[in-house]
């Protein structure tokens, strides 16, 4: 299973603080080597927010929103980018079966058996891969849910 904190703490070059943010729940500073979360988060939030913003780490991801007419199309991207890659990191296929079998019309009760924010189960679900689909069908119906 993924951990945010320990892949932070494999990059010892990465200062990752809690501060008030005007906007979001993290950010990525490559200028500064340091990541900020929001000081109003939870646990579960921290969590998926710092893996959210390793991954614009990961990618080299620059601060572009008001850099030009293309700026805001290439933000957007990198975010989905980095929400789409947080969610499969943390959220493996048959952990997910599972908490939606558990849970299979609580998406709220489902993220919280998974330890993610609701916003990235959504995304997981939303960008599973064809075989990551059969995958959840078949562990679904080894729990004999069949109505995802």
Same mark, same amino acid.
């Given at each position: 299973m993924y951990d945010p904190w320990a892949d932070l703490a494999a990059r010892p070059d990465i200062i990752c603080r809690t501060c008030p943010l005007p906007v979001g729940e993290g950010m990525w500073f490559p200028d500064l080597q340091s990541i900020a979360l929001d000081e =109003? $988060?939870?646990r579960v939030g921290r969590r998926s927010a710092l893996a959210h913003e390793l991954v614009h %780490?990961?990618?080299g991801d620059v601060? %572009? !929103? *008001?850099? *030009?007419?293309d700026g805001p199309r290439q933000a957007r991207r990198q975010e989905a980018r980095a929400d789409q890659k947080a969610a499969r990191r943390l959220i493996r296929v048959a952990a997910l079966a599972a908490a939606l079998a558990t849970h299979?019309?609580?998406v709220a009760a !489902? !993220?919280?058996?998974?330890? %993610?924010? %609701?916003?990235?189960l959504v995304v997981r679900i939303e960008h599973l891969h064809a075989a990551e689909? =059969?995958? $959840?069908r078949t562990h679904l119906d080894s729990h004999g849910d069949v109505a995802a």
């Open positions: =109003r $988060l939870d %780490v990961d990618h601060q %572009v !929103a *008001g850099c *030009g007419p299979p019309h609580d !489902a !993220a919280d058996d998974l330890d %993610v924010t %609701v916003h990235l689909q =059969r995958d $959840l």
